[in-house]
């Protein structure tokens, strides 16, 4: 995937929608482009986290622990991404997530996206939207968990 694409894909991400392409495509340069085999591991639940990850190609499987099994709670395809809340709270990973089949991310560091904030503060007011909608859509599947035990 060629950097123009990359920013465009950001671009069409709601989280970096208001910034300029000419940003994005900064923000492609800057950070690195991952790929991953079918069940490999991108991150463990409970890891240290200091990046997100935006899938470029592929689908990622968002799983936890409960008790002895692993949970799926999500998959995220093309145009999403993993890994946001280590970018805004300095905690472990509250997931695992494990690449289906081939995967390409691009792995945005903490550092960088503070600096992508601080000239666009909508990026933070959009990531509040995501995150509470994800944390709604947790709930939910942990309760439903639950209710079957």
Do not use: H, W
Not at 5 to 25: R, T, Y
Not at 44 to 51: M, P, R, S, V, Y
Not at 75 to 81: D, Q
């Amino acid at each position: 995937m060629t950097l123009n694409k990359e920013a465009e894909l950001l671009k069409d991400l709601p989280l970096f929608s208001k910034v300029d392409l000419a940003k994005l495509k900064l923000l492609a340069f800057t950070s690195e482009r991952l790929t991953y085999d079918d069940n490999q591991i991108i991150f463990n639940e409970g890891d240290e986290g200091d990046a997100a990850y935006i899938i470029l190609s592929g689908t990622a499987v968002v799983s936890i622990a409960q008790g002895s099994k692993e949970l799926e709670l999500d998959r995220i395809n093309k145009g999403g991404f993993v890994g946001d809340i280590s970018l805004l709270c300095d905690v472990p990973r509250t997931a695992t997530i494990t690449a289906q089949n081939s995967l390409t991310a691009l792995q945005i560091k903490k550092d960088t996206f503070f600096n992508l904030i601080a000239e666009f503060p909508e990026i933070a007011i959009e990531m509040m939207r995501v995150l509470a909608s994800r944390l709604d859509n947790t709930s939910k599947q942990l309760r439903d968990a639950n209710s079957k035990t």
